[in-house]
């Protein structure tokens, strides 16, 4: 196809071209002839190149081609969460190794009940991990969350439940340093309770069964904390029927503090009744009744009541306070009334052995009675009759006279009746 154009302008890179109708087209002038100048008329053959077309199409589809066989087709595979094992506490989950193809790795997280447990470190080398400090006998489900640059993929639930402690199948046991026999001995007790036995220290041992602490097993137990006892712990789990303390059965722990011998729960309680006072064990035994495996009946005595000294203290002081003064008050009102029986006894006494002197009394107070101011002069008249009945020879003595209370006048009166 020829194409007839007029250079409209050249530059030193482009030049304007100009159809006939009147359109501008860029061209590059270096494919222009070199005496051209504005006005020229070139004309331009344009023709499809079909070889060349081709040729392209067909490494285009090879780079296609491979780029869809290196990252099409392969992708990141979901992680699968399995239990290696459980004990009563504490459960070991593992995986296969993460695969991520093309993708790039953001993260592997495991979740527990559904919130984030944490983190594994190291993914690609770690395959396992161990989840502790869980409740005994109690069911718990995990999850792996694999999260990459190609998406995030996420494990299936597992559902896993600890061990009861009578439950002996979690106790993984891995030997140490101890005699042939022992070791013997050691693995049927193993066998027996169902328990698993392995020779070298993994993320499952639960102990470390040795007679001596030394050597490269037991170091390396001593680097993840695994308990290290002495072979009679697996035997005291066997005698018992049940998991037991390993505190007594440390290399360095007191003999004492295990259980030794079948029933060592009920050794301890008859070494604590042993130990209870000869008189305590006598009453109790004098409490059981002969059928004793019948049913019965028991009355349990009323506990006693705590004094009320003893439950309200500061009550107990004031009322310690209110009967102090209730005691004295009660000892003043004994006082008079004593005192007023007394007085009573006295003027029975005054009235049986001075009757004329009462009536010298009475008279001397209605003589005070009708004085105007004189009775002091009414007094002495009166000290002077007095005195006159005395001396005269027909006065009689009456008795009990020097104890009348007669006043000032008749004191003086008293040394007369003497003489």
């Known amino acids: 196809m020829l194409v007839s154009l007029t250079v409209g302008k050249v530059d030193a890179g482009v030049a304007v071209l100009l159809t006939e109708d009147k359109r501008l087209i860029e061209f590059p002038s270096i494919l222009l002839p070199p005496d051209i100048h504005s006005g020229s008329i070139v004309d331009v053959t344009v023709a499809q190149n079909l070889n060349a077309e081709a040729a392209s199409a067909k490494a285009f589809q090879t780079l296609q081609t491979s780029i869809l066989s290196e990252f099409g087709y392969a992708e990141p595979t979901t992680p699968v969460l399995k239990c290696r094992n459980a004990t009563q506490t504490s459960v070991v989950l593992e995986w296969d190794p993460i695969e991520l193809a093309t993708a790039d790795l953001r993260s592997l997280t495991l979740y527990r009940k559904g919130n984030k447990a944490g983190t594994i470190p190291k993914p690609f080398e770690n395959t396992s991990t161990k989840i502790s400090g869980l409740a005994v006998d109690t069911e718990y489900d995990f999850q792996l969350i694999l999260r990459t640059s190609a998406g995030t993929y996420t494990s299936e639930k597992l559902v896993v439940r600890t061990h009861k402690m009578t439950d002996l199948s979690g106790i993984t046991v891995t030997p140490g340093i101890m005699p042939a026999p022992l070791r013997d001995s050691l693995e049927g007790t193993i066998e027996r309770m169902g328990a698993k036995l392995n ?33 009679d712990w697996v035997k005291g789990c066997e005698r018992e029927g049940r998991i037991v303390g390993v505190r007594g059965y440390y290399l360095n722990a007191d003999p004492k503090l295990r259980q030794v011998g079948p029933g060592a729960g009920l050794q301890r309680n008859e070494s604590q009744q042993s130990e209870m006072p000869m008189r305590s064990r006598q009453e109790s035994r004098q409490e059981l009744p002969s059928n004793a495996g019948t049913p019965r009946t028991e009355i349990t005595p009323a506990t006693p009541e705590k004094t009320q000294q003893e439950r309200r203290p500061e009550v107990a002081d004031d009322e310690d306070e209110e009967d102090e003064v209730s005691s004295k008050r009660q000892a003043e009102q004994e006082d008079e009334a004593r005192s007023s029986k007394d007085d009573e006894r006295h003027r029975g006494e005054e009235d049986m052995s001075g009757g004329d002197s009462q009536g010298d009394s009475e008279e001397e107070d209605n003589v005070r009675s009708r004085a105007d101011g004189s009775a002091v002069g009414s007094n002495a008249s009166d000290e002077g009759d007095l005195g006159q009945q005395l001396k005269s020879p027909t006065a009689k003595h009456i008795p009990g006279t020097e104890e009348e209370p007669g006043g000032a006048a008749e004191e003086g009166n008293f040394d007369e009746v003497k003489l």
């Not at 050597?215 to 680097?223: C, K, P, S, V, Y």
């Open 199 to 231: 020779e070298s220290v993994r993320i499952d041992t639960t102990h470390f069964v040795c007679t001596e602490g030394h050597g490269e097993d037991w170091e390396r137990a001593m680097e993840m904390n695994v308990p290290v006892v002495v072979p």
